[in-house]
């Protein structure tokens, strides 16, 4: 009887033992469960028809967080107007609506005409991937939260993706003079609103997908966008046949991811840090597509859609620098967070643009030397 009472007793710690361990394999295990439920599904919307490139960079930056993140994060990009229309996308964010979005600081200028200084104008000079360096490195993400935190956004912001200086736009027939210009009604947007509005044009502001049709009706005369691929897949060369290069009224703008911060905010912290990275990586990749592909539409323009492309003129040039300095005179006598800001740019802009006016030399020689009428590099 003794040796089986031991027996049993011994059996019966074997088997509580064995069920302690289970329970605490299985209580480390509980929170590695509970991590692994499932993906992070985020809803996002651009301000930008699907054809449109600038819809392309946008699902180029959803897929990099996608990979990167091994699927633990979707992001999928609906084109403008799926859930709200292109202007009303900071609200539908802040709001929660959406969970993120793609679009342009400038098209939030109606809230904080501050916002437009991040791409409308001239940028002091500097360029786009420039006023991105003053905006890492200079002052300006602090004082885009704090923009931000003013009109009561709930919104985190990467300004990223460096465009190209934009085209004066898309006209009936050249442009000689300023006086060219005047009474004609003109898309814009941001603070070249104010600045064609002291040309003595007629503006209105509208979003990239609704400027051709306006166009073709005679709702507009003019208009300027973005870039050749940009204007060759919305169908500007279909009411158009003459383009005007060069022009300091979006002389150095970027695109801007937004999400929405409380849903940010509550992402695990290496998640966080993967996107941070994804928008710097995305913001590089950009730049060289652009490059690639706004060169190839640019010929294209020119053999298959017959566009005659002139360069703006000097006086017309000037004539935007000066009306801009009056324009932001107006807005920061009004506006003490829009001159912190102009304040910020210029200081950045001066020590940015001595460097490298000092520095970087002038590409046109080179360039005549190699492609010019004798051109070296048939030689090679």
């Known amino acids: 009887m003794s040796k089986n009472l031991d027996s049993k007793i011994a059996s019966r710690r074997k088997f509580l033992m064995a ?27 651009s301000t930008w028809p699907s054809k449109d490139i600038f819809h392309e ?8 967080v996608n990979d990167m993140t091994g699927g633990d994060l979707k992001i999928e990009v609906l084109p403008a107007g799926a859930v709200v229309p292109a202007f009303q996308l900071l609200d ?14 400038v098209y939030h200028y109606g809230k904080q005409t501050a916002l437009a200084l991040w791409g409308s104008g001239p940028g002091f000079a500097m360029d786009a991937n420039m006023l991105l360096a003053w905006h890492k490195y200079g002052g300006g993400k602090e004082l885009l939260t704090e ?5 009561g956004a709930n919104v985190v912001s990467f300004p990223y993706g460096p465009m190209p200086t934009q085209p004066l736009g898309w006209f009936k027939k050249p442009i000689t003079k300023a006086a060219d210009m005047k009474g004609l009604k003109y898309r814009t947007v941001g603070i070249s609103i104010d600045v064609f509005t002291g040309m003595g044009l007629a503006v209105n502001a ?12 005679g709702l507009l005369d003019a208009a300027e966008f973005n870039n050749a ?3 060759r897949l919305l169908g500007f060369a279909d009411v158009s046949k003459v383009c005007m290069l ?13 999400f929405n911060k409380t849903k940010y905010d509550a992402l695990p912290e290496k998640m966080r840090a993967v996107i941070v990275n994804a928008v710097e990586a995305a913001s590089q990749d950009m730049s060289w597509k652009a490059i690639d592909r706004y060169s190839q539409d640019y010929i ?12 703006t003129p000097d006086a017309i040039l000037k004539a935007q620098l000066e009306i801009y300095d009056d324009v932001v005179k107006k807005k920061q006598a009004d506006n003490p967070l829009f001159k912190k800001i102009v304040q910020s740019q210029i200081k950045f802009a001066e020590r940015a643009m001595r460097w490298e006016q000092d520095t970087v030399v002038n590409r046109k020689m080179a360039f005549d030397h190699y492609f010019g009428a004798n051109g070296a590099a048939k030689k090679i």
Do not use: C
Request: glycine share 8%; no cysteine; proline share 3%.
């Open 229 to 231: 691929t940009s204007d």
């Open 57 to 64: 960079y946008a699902n180029d930056f959803a897929k990099k």
């Open 206 to 217: 509208l979003p990239g997908g609704e400027i051709v049709s306006a166009m073709d009706r």
């Open 19 to 45: 069920a302690g361990a289970t329970a605490a394999v299985t209580a480390v295990a509980a929170p590695s469960v509970q991590a692994q439920q499932g993906p992070i599904a985020m809803r996002w919307q």
């Open 246 to 258: 060069q022009s300091y009224h979006q002389n150095a703008e970027q695109f801007e991811i937004t």
């Open 92 to 105: 539908a964010v802040s709001k929660g609506l959406l969970d993120g979005g793609h679009g342009v600081l």
């Open 147 to 151: 923009l931000y935190a003013s009109i």
């Open 300 to 311: 294209e323009l020119q053999t298959k859609d017959k566009v005659k492309f002139y360069k």
